[in-house]
């Protein structure tokens, strides 16, 4: 059994080439025991959040794939999940709002979901673009004291993994606010301009605990 690895990612502001390193996690195969927990910058208590991230996954057809999952001890509180049919949605304690949007691929893309709780106003954004503006759960309030991982979704308190619902492929770049950003703010992040980092978890500083067949590569942002 391979160990868990603590990582500490460290920014590195000098830009080389007109690039920036950057560490990105690689899932090189289906499994049910690779993933890699996150641990948030202050407690999760939002009533509204937006959450990006880089990806990229050669995964497709009638396939779910988990992108990004925070479960307290009884409930999954914030899941973002490729649907079998090829759309994306998120769902909080249950139900899930859905959308149709381009699917992801091998090349790298953009990704992020905005919610408010104050209106339900939740929508998707793909390499800056903005999807339709939907409502879902307005005045839900996402409860602190769970975990979040990336890789897995976990049926019961980090447990449970279905290596069919397995995220393969390379994700970096997962930055978490609580509150809606701006879409200028989102198209400047897309394009590699400096925003705010994230309050919630900042990659530039964030602390993660891989597990299972996961690699931690150096690229390029």
Request: with cysteine; charged share 20%; net charge negative.
């Given at each position: ?153 976990p049926d019961s308190y980090l447990g449970e993994f279905d290596a069919k619902q397995s995220f393969v492929g390379e994700i970096n770049d997962v930055n978490m606010w609580d509150s809606v950003l701006s879409d200028s703010t ?36």
């Amino acid at each position: 059994m391979r160990l868990p690895v603590i990582l500490f990612l460290t920014a590195i502001s000098t830009v080389l080439a007109g690039s920036v390193p950057i560490q990105t996690l690689v899932f090189p195969s289906e499994t049910s025991t690779s993933y890699v927990e996150m641990v948030p910058l202050k407690p999760i208590n939002l009533k509204a959040f937006t959450l990006c991230m880089r990806v990229a996954t050669e995964l497709s057809g009638e396939r779910e794939i988990i992108l990004f999952a925070y479960r307290t001890q009884y409930y999954d509180e914030l899941n973002v999940w490729r649907e079998l049919d090829g759309r994306y949605s998120f769902a909080l304690s249950g139900g899930s709002v859905v959308f149709s949007v381009p699917d992801l691929g091998a090349m790298q893309t953009h990704f992020c979901v905005t919610w408010d709780s104050s209106s339900g106003a939740s929508a998707l954004f793909m390499d800056g673009r903005k999807s339709l503006t939907k409502l879902y759960k307005k005045g839900h309030t996402i409860p602190p004291g769970g975990k979040v991982i990336i890789g897995q979704d976990p049926d019961s308190y980090l447990g449970e993994f279905d290596a069919k619902q397995s995220f393969v492929g390379e994700i970096n770049d997962v930055n978490m606010w609580d509150s809606v950003l701006s879409d200028s703010t989102i198209k400047d992040m897309f394009s590699g301009k400096r925003v705010p980092r994230g309050n919630i978890f900042d990659w530039e500083t964030i602390q993660l605990t891989t597990n299972g067949a996961v690699e931690v590569v150096n690229t390029e942002l």
